[in-house]
Every structure is written in structure tokens, then in C-alpha cells.
């Protein structure tokens, strides 16, 4: 969600490179295809610029790269140049380039929104949420874009400043109340701060639009600690039917069982989850369940 090709577009992207530069740095952008036609002699850094946004444009993501550098090379002040670079660095996923790039243009131009955005994003792949935070801030000032809000909120998550993190989340969801990512992340802070019953409301606008096993499965959970056992069965046995390859299933299901004293099926699904663990080298995990393990057998007897 926080990545800027899903809300944006490729296409968008080469729109938003001249329109969030001010007018002393933009230029008139002729239409990519065109201009890229009899461009197989570039000259000037404005030929290789434009042809960069024709190959960004298509996601000829290392020609563009080519280009945007010849252009910098040729014209080390231009912003544009470093912005078109920071933000393909971005789509192929090379965070510390597009840091690099975005530092850059922020330092030539401190009042490009975007950069900071993108820069923010980039921070936030890189877990350094006090970063991405500071960068989301400074955009936000200038342009109250829900995804801002939504990708700080989701530093402040991870953070676990659960409180701040609501608060984003409020505002995205304001700002682009039909946005599914925003009320799943919304429902993990409710979750987290054991606001159970707002949890599963969230989870069930989530679940309502697509069939998501982490939000059955957190929903499961709200209900289970709201001891409606019959609900947060149901959760969890549609959450293994979309996804029987994640071992917490398996142990939220059997602590279902437990509780109702269905002890040999606990068994069976704790065991099959130790098994899952095992396989993965969760070590922390796997002691766990050998505890739960010998605590229903005790229950046995």
C-alpha cells in the first residue's frame, strides 16, 4: 500500500515528476511515447531526461536509470533528474539509492513534497521508523494525503506507539474511508491496545471486501478473548481453509479446543503445529508448544 506504483501508476509517476516541482524547476513535459521516438541520439540532459520518463513510463526500469544518471551527469543541479533516479531506484525496490537520490533533491529543493514521501517509504522498508516518521511529518504539512497519514501511522505501529498509530489511521480513514489496508491495520492497533470489540469491526470491513486469513485470524483472536469461543471457532477454521500453511493457526485452533475440553483435538493441532515449527527453526515457538502440549495432557488425566 505505502508503495507509490499502487497509487499511482507508472504513468501517474511520469505526471508527477514536473507537477511537484515549482515552476523554476519544471519544464513542459511532451508526451513520453513521442518524444521518445527518434531518441536513439540523445543529446542534451533534457533528451536524456525525457527519454528516461519514456522508459519509466514503461517500466524499462535500467534504461531509465541510465538515462536519469546521464542526465544528473550532464546537469549535476537538476532536481528532476535526481527525482526521476530516486523514484525508479524505488519501484526496483533499492531502498538506500532512493534515500541517497531523495536526500538529494531535498537538499536542492527542500519544498518537493514528494521526495520526502518517497524518502518516508523508503525509511519505512528499512525499518528506520523515526526517519520515515520525520519525512511523513514534513510532507504532511504541505499535503494531507491519506497514505501519508496511513504510512506513518503504520511507523508508529511498529514502533509500538499504538496510540499515535490510531490516531493516523482515523485520519486516513477519513480522508479515503473505503481504503481495506487502512481498517486492517486500524483493527492490529485496536487488537493491540485490547480494544477487542472495535478490532473485530474493523477485521469485518476487511473480511467483508476480501477473504483475508490474517484479519479471520486476528478476529478469531478478538473473539476468543471475548470468550464467544462459537465465533472465534468459526474464525479460525476459515482462516486454516484459506491458509493451511501457518502454524499459529494451528495453536489458536487448539486453544478453541482446549477451552471446551476437546482435548484430543487440541492435541492434534498443537502437535501438528510443533511440527510446522520444527520445520521452521522457531525456537522460541517450539518450546511453547511443548508446553501447551504437556499442560493438555495434564488436563487428561
Not at 90 to 113: A, C
Amino acid at each position: 500500500m505505502s508503495r507509490l506504483a499502487l497509487s499511482l501508476g507508472c504513468g501517474a509517476l511520469v505526471i508527477a515528476i514536473s507537477t511537484v516541482l515549482p515552476p523554476a524547476t519544471a519544464t513542459t513535459i511532451r508526451p513520453p511515447d513521442v518524444y521518445a521516438q527518434g531518441m536513439s541520439n540523445p543529446v542534451t540532459a533534457e533528451d536524456y531526461y525525457q527519454r528516461g520518463l519514456s522508459f519509466l513510463e514503461k517500466q524499462d526500469y535500467n534504461r531509465a536509470i541510465a538515462d536519469f544518471q546521464k542526465a544528473a551527469q550532464l546537469e549535476p543541479n537538476s532536481v528532476k533528474a535526481h527525482l526521476g533516479l530516486g523514484l525508479v531506484h524505488w519501484l526496483s525496490n533499492n531502498y538506500p539509492e532512493t534515500i541517497k537520490e531523495m536526500t538529494k533533491v531535498i537538499q536542492m529543493d527542500p519544498s518537493v513534497v514528494l521526495a520526502y514521501q518517497v524518502r518516508g517509504d523508503a525509511y519505512l522498508e528499512t525499518r528506520e521508523y523515526q526517519k520515515a516518521i520525520s519525512d511523513y511529518t514534513t510532507a504532511l504539512k504541505s499535503e494531507q494525503l491519506p497514505v501519508t497519514y496511513f504510512n506513518r501511522g503504520r511507523c508508529y505501529f511498529f514502533s509500538q506507539d499504538y496510540s499515535r498509530a490510531l490516531a493516523d489511521f482515523d485520519k486516513a480513514l477519513q480522508l479515503e474511508p473505503n481504503a481495506i489496508d487502512y481498517y486492517y491495520f486500524r483493527g492490529l492497533t485496536h487488537y493491540n491496545l485490547e480494544n477487542y470489540q472495535r478490532a473485530i469491526e474493523d477485521f469485518t470491513r476487511v473480511v467483508t471486501v476480501e477473504e483475508y486469513p490474517p484479519a479471520y485470524y486476528f478476529r478469531s483472536y478478538s473473539y476468543f478473548f471475548l470468550e464467544d469461543y462459537q465465533k472465534s471457532m468459526t474464525d479460525i477454521n476459515k482462516a486454516i481453509a484459506l491458509d493451511n500453511t501457518d502454524p499459529d493457526y494451528y495453536i489458536l485452533r487448539a486453544l478453541n479446543y482446549w477451552v471446551v475440553a476437546k482435548h484430543e483435538n487440541a492435541l492434534t493441532d498443537a502437535r501438528k503445529a510443533l511440527g510446522m515449527y520444527e520445520r521452521e527453526g522457531a525456537k522460541e515457538k517450539i518450546e511453547l508448544t511443548k508446553e501447551m502440549i504437556n499442560s493438555i495432557l495434564l488436563d487428561m488425566k
